[in-house]
Nanobody
């Protein structure tokens, strides 16, 4: 079971960044994929999640209207995208998977997820 993230990096305020979370080793369509952020010394915070079976999505209030998440089931990959980025969006971002139905998973905390990607640094700075 593996989640491999890519696409992080440095972006200017107001810019956009698309991440990728490629899955392998499990039946992708059966899982909900979450997208988290973590600041130094703080707990991981859910940003968004998506059901791989029907495309249902959830967004934290802080990112609604700016961030989107989509999945390509043929590629077993989830694509979180961040628009209108602000310096306070700087963090390490992770994807994670859980096999329970979406309506349960969207309310779960980070420590309830089954497995994680390696994380990627996103820095918003001019």
């Amino acid at each position: 079971v593996q989640l491999v993230e890519s696409g992080g990096g440095l972006v200017q305020p107001g810019g956009s960044l698309r991440l990728s979370c490629a899955a392998s080793g499990f039946t992708f369509d059966d899982y909900t994929i979450g997208w988290f952020r973590q600041a130094p010394g703080k707990e991981r915070e859910l940003v968004s999640c998506i059901s791989s079976s029907d495309g249902s999505t959830y967004y934290a209030d802080s990112v609604k209207g700016r961030f989107t998440i989509s999945s390509d089931n043929a590629k077993n990959t989830v694509y979180p995208k961040m628009n209108s980025l602000k310096p306070e969006s700087t963090d390490v971002y992770y994807c994670a998977g859980h096999g329970r139905p979406f309506f349960e998973v969207k309310s779960m905390t980070a420590d309830e997820y089954d497995f994680w990607g390696q994380g990627g640094q996103v820095t918003v700075s001019s």
